[in-house]
């Protein structure tokens, strides 16, 4: 790895295929005061097709739509779905106004 400034050190690497990867990181040097040291790390990185861009999120690919869509056409029955637990209306508070869902401390209730 390349030492960038202040004893920080950088690198990439390139992922055949958009997923969660484990990376192990191992380093090997000396303290400051001349003994062997080494270090290891293991870390996440999460790769996304298009990764130059912000990672996807729950408004990404327009679920809300979808899911509209499921309903009005009958591929989703709310009273089925009701039955399971689900309730639609709740989802559908997720889908109006800002699109952040339900105001902070509303969740979940």
């Known amino acids: 790895?390349?030492?960038?400034?202040?004893?920080?050190?950088?690198?990439?690497?390139?992922?055949?295929?958009?997923?969660?990867?484990?990376?192990?990181?191992?380093a090997e040097g000396k303290s400051l005061r001349?003994?062997?040291?080494?270090?290891?790390?293991?870390?996440?990185a999460a790769i996304w097709a298009g990764g130059g861009r912000p990672p996807p999120n729950r408004h990404s690919d327009d679920w809300?739509?979808?899911?509209?869509?499921l309903v009005e056409t009958g591929a989703l029955n709310p009273e089925i779905l009701r039955k399971f637990g689900i309730d639609l209306k709740a989802i559908?508070?997720?889908?109006?106004?800002?699109?952040?869902?339900?105001?902070?401390?509303?969740?979940?209730k």
């Open 1 to 26: 790895m390349a030492e960038q400034e202040g004893g920080v050190y950088q690198t990439t690497f390139v992922a055949g295929l958009p997923g969660v990867y484990r990376v192990r990181i191992s």
């Open 64 to 69: 809300c739509r979808k899911i509209e869509c």
């Open 92 to 108: 559908g508070k997720c889908c109006d106004g800002d699109k952040e869902g339900p105001p902070k401390g509303k969740r979940g």
């Open 34 to 44: 001349g003994k062997a040291s080494t270090r290891e790390e293991i870390r996440t």
